[in-house]
């Protein structure tokens, strides 16, 4: 899956998540009402689909959107540009429109579904065929091909030749394919003009392959493990397989709506971290749009890129302010007779500053909220949507995302949270206690289960159902292991590895050894942990991460209790053990304390990126 698929409050409250619920004016018509109440913004009679006012202007682009996602971050892109947006409410619509976008990403099936019952496939289909400025993004451009493999065969609007194909992650490469990767243009394209050699940013498991029938629409390609279409175009109809709302990319948007404004550059101007990316010489940055002036010496962009994350764990402190904080193991307070919680800024003017700064991916952790009422924290929604207006690179929000019965006896499921997470701007979420109990569950039917051979999976937890509507590459699962040393590798059921890193040094017979534990042990097993670290779970990290990706997370998020704060690199053992046991992406946390740990990481293991919160935060 690509992403979320069509649906309102109702819907995902149902069991099977079925599409055919609703009708096809309700798909389309919204209701938009105040959000001044927060039990108003979720009520399960407000429609995913959002609107907004036209512009008397003139400055208007016309917009498909159909609940998916996070369109949040486009339209903040698209008004940053100076335009208005117009809403798509009946096929007719399409067919005024002077400029339409389609920011795709959900589902293939469903899409396609909502399309022919609503009759905007036909409407689409004469609109391109009439050459008429079009930009399909993602799904939307995946959609314009004869045949999409997801779920299927389901059938597209076969405009293009093609199929579209899952990546094949027996060669390798990770899927989803995440992160900032190069382009290869093949012809001009007008809107890729301002790319050149640097990287846009890549979110998805499905492709289309270039073939002979459909090379007239080829515009450029990407490398993942073999070439696949990144953009086409033919005539005024665009599509970019990327995220143009992201960064650079925001140059192609510009394009798209000014179509003859080659004299000015919209300029992003990062500071891309520059110690960092210096001494990672190895790896592109691809946040880096300095203006030629500034820009450090780099290479051409020519492969996916390492990324580098940063990290605001939120919390309130007790004076109830919102603030960002850094644990030292987990601990948030500092070590004087006060013990207030550590205050290290504001989250939406340091996310701003890091975007600024370079980051490739900015993170929040509500570390507190959410624990009676998790869609009551209006403030650390409020902060996603301060934030998405200036940070134009992936935002990831995890914290409290589960089922929940408030006060008044209503229930509300996890997809739900995470449906508010999305509509506020993450693009992401991050799950973290509730995919270990679900992990749990999983692999207790192993034992259960008589009539089958593998596991059976219920499709009720949160992680199934948020990446069966949004896609798994929507859902980062955090796990937050800690060092449990044992004298052989026989003592527990779960894998063990040998330690590589000692923690101290013991004299025995006028001899320095080198040992790990306090016994002597060279053997540990890492145990996994709920609840903030605060409680232990009978799993180990190894089977928590095998057993979420099997239940649909498209990234881990891989921290370290015994690393956390204490500045002396990341727990390579750890990192290899779970990066060598999935075929996702994992994301490296924990311990960085200088730019050498950063550079470690990336050459020592498979991380696919790297995340800190302190060091940037100390500066």
């Known amino acids: 899956m690509e992403g979320v698929a069509f649906a309102s409050f109702?819907?995902?409250?149902?069991?099977?998540?079925l599409f055919s619920s609703l009708s096809p004016s309700s798909i389309i018509n919204r209701r938009q009402k105040s959000r001044k109440n927060t039990l108003k913004t979720i009520s399960r009679q407000?429609?995913?689909i959002r609107a907004s006012s036209a512009s008397s202007s003139g400055s208007v682009v016309t917009l498909l959107d159909y609940g998916a996602g996070n369109?949040?971050?486009?339209?903040n892109a698209i008004r940053y540009l100076g335009f208005e947006i117009e809403d798509v409410r009946t096929p007719k619509d399409i067919l005024n429109a002077d400029r339409l976008i389609f920011p795709g990403v959900g589902a293939f099936a469903s899409a396609m579904d909502v399309l022919v019952k609503t009759g905007m496939d036909e409407a689409l289909c004469t609109y391109i065929r009439n050459d008429r400025p079009f930009l399909g993004i993602c799904l939307g451009l995946q959609l314009l091909f004869e045949y999409s493999e997801e779920n299927g065969p389901v059938k597209g609007l076969g405009l293009i030749p093609g199929v579209v194909g899952r990546f094949n992650s027996s060669n390798g490469f990770r899927v989803p394919h995440i992160g900032w990767n190069a382009l290869q243009i093949a012809k001009d394209s007008e809107i890729l003009d301002e790319i050149g050699d640097r990287h846009v940013y890549f979110v998805h498991s499905y492709r289309a392959i270039?073939?002979?029938?459909?090379?007239?629409?080829?515009s450029s390609t990407c490398n993942y493990g073999y070439d696949f279409i990144a953009s086409i175009r033919r005539g005024n109809v665009h599509g970019v397989q990327f995220h143009p709302e992201k960064n650079v990319g925001v140059s192609v948007l510009r394009r798209f709506l000014h179509p003859n404004s080659r004299g000015t550059k919209v300029v992003f101007v990062p500071l891309v971290l520059i110690h960092l990316a210096t001494f990672i010489n190895s790896y592109v940055h691809p946040s880096s749009s300095l203006i030629d002036s500034q820009r450090p010496t780099q290479g051409k962009a020519s492969k996916l890129a390492k990324r580098v994350i940063?990290?605001?764990d939120v919390r309130t402190n007790d004076k109830g302010d919102?603030?960002?904080t850094k644990g030292d193991q987990y601990d948030v307070r500092e070590q004087t007779k006060e013990n207030e919680v550590r205050n290290l800024g504001k989250p939406v003017e340091l996310s701003g500053q890091y975007?600024?700064?370079?980051?490739?991916?900015v993170s929040f952790l509500n570390i507190t909220g959410f624990r009676d009422f998790p869609l009551g924290d209006l403030p650390m929604l409020q902060v996603l949507r301060h934030a998405s207006q200036n940070v134009f690179v992936p935002l990831t929000v995890g914290g409290g995302i589960r089922d929940f019965t408030d006060a008044n006896g209503r229930y509300y499921s996890s997809?739900?949270?995470a449906s508010e997470y999305f509509r506020s701007g993450a693009d992401k979420i991050s799950i973290g206690t509730d995919a270990v109990y679900a992990a749990e569950e999983y692999l207790k039917t192993k034992v259960r289960s008589f009539t089958s051979l593998g596991l059976v999976k219920t499709g009720k937890s949160s992680l199934e159902q948020i990446s069966r509507v949004y896609g798994n590459q929507a859902v980062v699962v955090s796990i937050d292991p800690r060092l449990v040393y044992v004298k052989s590798p026989n003592d527990v059921k779960l894998k063990t590895i040998r330690v590589t890193k000692p923690d101290f040094t013991r004299t025995f017979n006028g001899y320095a050894y080198l040992v790990s534990g306090p016994n002597g042990e060279v053997y540990a097993w890492y145990q996994c942990t709920v609840n903030g670290g605060r409680e232990g779970q009978p799993i180990g990290a190894y089977e928590l991460a095998k057993a979420v990706e099997e239940l649909g997370a498209g990234e881990i998020l891989l921290n370290c209790i015994d690393c956390d704060g204490q500045g002396k690199g990341f727990d390579i053992d750890l990192i290899n053990l779970i990066s060598d046991a999935v075929s996702i992406p994992v994301i490296a946390s924990s311990g960085a304390g200088a730019v050498k740990h950063f550079s470690e990481v990336f050459t020592k293991t498979n991380a696919s990126a790297a995340l800190a919160a302190g060091i940037f935060h100390r500066k």
């Open 10 to 17: 109702t819907s995902f409250a149902t069991k099977s998540l």
């Open 46 to 48: 407000n429609l995913v």
């Open 71 to 75: 369109v949040r971050s486009l339209r």
């Open 210 to 218: 270039p073939l002979d029938d459909n090379k007239e629409w080829v």
């Open 310 to 312: 940063a990290c605001l």
């Open 322 to 324: 919102l603030v960002v």
């Open 355 to 361: 975007y600024k700064d370079g980051a490739d991916v």
């Open 415 to 417: 997809l739900e949270v």
